[in-house]
């Protein structure tokens, strides 16, 4: 390593990005719920979540998505309710990364060591603006739960080079609970089934139950 090397601590990696993202993301009614976490609530039930997540080889890479306060979230072995800012987790996901395969230069950065004496914020700079507008498009097509079931079928059809919705832990639990929602009753049950055959839940949970019923009697589309 160089004597000019420097290595930037993740903290204040993490930090120096949350001062970027305030701009981009506090216009779109999000507020930091911990470090490079995001979340919406002027929009619940329906939450919007904003992140970069850690990768490998100390890179961030930016997601999105949205957070349904009525569909639960097995933790523990135990479904849970998580119908708060700092619960919300998502049941969709937009993930740059599962279209292109590769992490995109435009929506992450590395924490590399540089042989400089100053670290370059650019890349980081530009991943916060470029996918803040990136997520903002997302977030403008959803006002209802009906736009979350669009979404949902729409990404059904698309090709992904990583992940995919099948990869998605909650995907049959929320699209399932959505269409019952909007009173598709009959393609409800079908994605809540595979939900509880695939990750060996109860059909008949008392806080699945408890889901449905909220589902049933929302209001959301």
């Not at 930037?8 to 305030?22: H, I």
């Not at 977030?139 to 729409?154: K, P």
């Not at 049950?189 to 990750?199: A, I, Q, S, T, W």
Request: proline share 5%; hydrophobic share 40%; net charge positive.
């Amino acid at each position: 390593m160089f004597a000019s090397d420097i290595s930037v601590p993740a903290p204040v990696a993490a930090a120096r990005l949350d001062e970027a993202l305030l701009a981009e993301l506090t216009p779109l009614g999000l507020e930091r719920i911990r470090p490079r976490w995001w979340v919406s609530s002027s929009t619940a039930p329906i939450r919007r979540i904003f992140e970069f997540q850690p990768l490998k080889g100390e890179t961030y890479s930016a997601r999105w998505g949205f957070s349904l306060d009525f569909v639960p979230i097995r933790r523990e072995g135990t479904l849970r309710w998580k119908r708060t800012p700092k619960t919300a987790a998502l049941d969709l996901t937009i993930d740059p990364i599962d279209v292109e395969g590769e992490v995109p230069t435009w929506c992450s950065f590395s924490r590399f060591i540089f042989p400089r004496k100053t670290y370059d914020w650019s890349p980081m700079m530009s991943a916060a603006k470029n996918s803040a507008q990136a997520a903002q498009r997302d977030f403008n097509r959803v006002t209802s739960v009906a736009d979350i079931v669009a979404i949902f079928d729409e990404r059904s059809l698309m090709k992904f080079r990583r992940f995919s919705l099948e990869n998605r832990v909650q995907t049959h639990l929320a699209w399932g609970l959505c269409l019952i929602a909007l009173g598709q009753q009959e393609r409800g049950h079908m994605h809540l089934k595979l939900y509880c055959d695939r990750f060996s839940v109860e059909r008949n949970d008392r806080i699945l139950r408890k889901a449905e019923d909220d589902a049933m009697r929302a209001t959301f589309s």
